[in-house]
């Protein structure tokens, strides 16, 4: 079966990249602590859309969403060729031609998957029989109509108790004595009867509610039986192919997935993902990885077609170390960094002064220049507070997982002598570029993340939107929700938080190039308030997770401006960088 293939199969042979850093690496730490990194070049993006385009003139690619990927290799002759492969199966298959095929273990727990897939799918078939049972639609019916009987049977009742209380009111007026005690035992009496009326209905439309109510009780507790069951199946399929599967590393080191993750929790699907398949057969071949890529293609609920996605953080992720354990070092792609941020990038005014060009210290500048992979533009930095120029695709602060550590902060704390103590005092998105402050010390957090909750600090962005927009100004209102199910997703909804931006039209050619002066801080603020038709219904350029379809190399969002008082100084502080698109 062949699965190399050559460059002309996927890119021109005139085809050139003028930026060739990488935008990801894929990366772990090998047994012994030292960090392994391959990275996602504009080369193998370049193979990988081309790839897109091919599996978008086969309909049957987009039946089910998976993630695809390719492998740029070297032959031992020097040549380059491109393994593809795609995760778990396709189209039913888990081994097609022209693909990198499965990785060693599936074969060997073939007729136990089957057999176990066909349980599961009994007891699949028998839980919805269970959920639908007919008898739970009869008892929400009989119980609606008792509880319709039960109120109009409360209502009667209160209407007589009204009636007894004027009773009352008037006897007291009238009798007296024996007379008087009488027609009140009278009335007392009417009242038990009512008691014992809605007693005895409540007992008969419980007796009437009770062969349902057993029948569905005993189907629930087989529900549970059977999800437990299923569970169980599950976890002892799992196992057995984690057993089975084998992973060999370019050291020539195999181990199983239940070695690699001993006493941990793999989710179903670990090993069928495209990055191991892809480093497994490079290395069991001798073939030498170049650069990697991964996108996903077809229908999902939290990922976007043609999007590049890095190694997944429960099954790629932690066997990352081991797969790229004896691969050669690869070049660390340093950008230039500029030891001049502030420059033609940034500035500072103050009220009453002219426009200061403020430069970092030489030192820091020397420390950020030898580390950093990525330029990091200091525009303004005193013994309280720094501001840094954030680049697109970088995270303001670290992330939840081992893979997005990567960030401002991270990048602050590691090089400055006092690191440890910089705190973010706002955030911005990891696709956004612009203004991002950072405070010291905990009093100068404190007394920034002060202002910003008392919406005292002065933000501007510009952004370029996807279309026209007809309206020159004015004001989006709008509360915002985000939607657990697809975080970090934001839509309109009126249960949600207000949030309020002011927004001015800069120029229309094609495009709208519009500033943005939010007055709240929500999450994806702007660009809801963009996107929405509730807003200007014209999603920002670049912004796929919120409708753009027009081809963009980044969201085209800058924080371009912020305003606020010196926590120390007690000066208002005018920060500015140049919008770079």
């Not at 404190?446 to 910003?452: A, K, P, T």
Request: some cysteine; aromatic content about 6%; charged content about 25%.
């Amino acid at each position: 079966m062949v699965v190399l293939h050559t460059l002309s199969d996927f890119i021109d042979g005139n085809y050139a990249i003028a930026n060739s850093s990488p935008s990801y690496w894929y990366e772990g730490h090998c047994p012994h602590g030292e960090l392994l990194r391959l990275p996602r070049t504009p080369m193998s993006e370049a193979i990988a859309r081309s790839l897109m385009q091919h599996l978008a003139r086969d309909e049957s690619y987009s039946r089910e969403g998976k993630m695809y990927g390719i492998l740029l290799i070297e032959l031992p002759n020097g040549e380059q060729r491109i393994l593809k492969a795609f995760s778990g199966l396709l189209n039913g298959c888990s081994a097609v031609k022209g693909w990198v095929p499965p990785i060693p273990g599936r074969d060997e727990c073939a007729l136990a998957e089957a057999r176990t897939l066909a349980q599961l799918d009994a007891m699949k078939q028998e839980l919805i029989t269970l959920k639908q049972l007919k008898e739970r639609q009869e008892y929400e019916t009989l119980y609606r109509q008792q509880e319709q009987q039960l109120q109009i049977l409360s209502d009667r009742h209160r209407d007589c108790k009204h009636q007894r209380q004027e009773k009352r009111q008037i006897l007291c007026q009238t009798l007296t004595g024996v007379a008087l005690t009488v027609a009140l035992e009278q009335l007392d009496e009417e009242s038990r009867r009512e008691g014992i009326e809605r007693r005895i209905l409540k007992r008969q439309q419980s007796q009437a509610l009770q062969p349902l109510k057993q029948l569905i009780e005993t189907a629930d507790a087989r529900l549970r039986e059977l999800k437990q069951q299923r569970k169980q199946l599950s976890r002892q399929l799992q196992a057995q192919m984690h057993a089975a599967y084998s992973l060999t590393n370019f050291s020539g080191q195999s181990l199983s997935l239940q070695q690699l993750m001993p006493g941990g929790s793999m989710p179903t699907g670990t090993g069928d993902c495209c990055a191991p398949k892809l480093l497994h057969y490079a290395a069991t071949h001798g073939l030498k990885p170049l650069a990697m890529a991964e996108f996903w293609w077809g229908s999902s609920q939290d990922k976007i077609q043609g999007e590049f996605y890095g190694a997944c953080l429960e099954r790629c992720q932690p066997l990352m170390g081991f797969l790229l354990s004896g691969l050669p070092q690869m070049p660390t792609y340093n950008a230039a960094i500029q030891t001049n941020p502030a420059g033609a990038d940034g500035q500072i005014s103050k009220p009453g002064s002219a426009d200061l060009v403020c430069v970092a210290a030489p030192l820091r500048l020397s420390a950020i220049e030898t580390t950093l992979t990525r330029s990091l533009p200091i525009i303004y930095e005193d013994e309280w507070l720094i501001a840094v120029n954030k680049p697109p695709d970088l995270l303001s602060v670290p992330g939840r997982y081992s893979d997005r550590q990567d960030s401002v902060l991270a990048r602050l704390r590691n090089l400055l002598p006092d690191g440890m103590e910089i705190t973010a005092a706002h955030r911005l998105d990891q696709e956004t570029s612009g203004i991002l402050l950072l405070a010291r010390n905990r009093q100068t957090h404190r007394q920034l993340s002060c202002q910003f909750q008392l919406r005292q600090v002065h933000k501007v962005y510009e952004a370029v939107l996807s279309g026209l927009v007809t309206a020159d100004s004015g004001a989006i209102a709008l509360p915002l929700w985000g939607d657990p199910n697809r975080r970090p997703y934001q839509k309109v909804d009126e249960q949600g938080k207000p949030s309020l931006t002011h927004f001015r039209v800069m120029a229309r050619q094609g495009y709208t190039r519009v500033e943005f002066i939010p007055l709240t801080g929500r999450t994806h603020q702007i660009r809801v308030h963009a996107a929405d038709a509730k807003g200007l219904g014209m999603p920002i350029l670049g912004d796929r997770l919120y409708g753009c379809r027009a081809e963009a190399n980044r969201l085209h969002l800058h924080a371009k401006e912020l305003r606020f008082e010196h926590p120390q100084l007690r000066e208002t502080f005018h920060l500015q960088t140049k919008t770079p698109f």
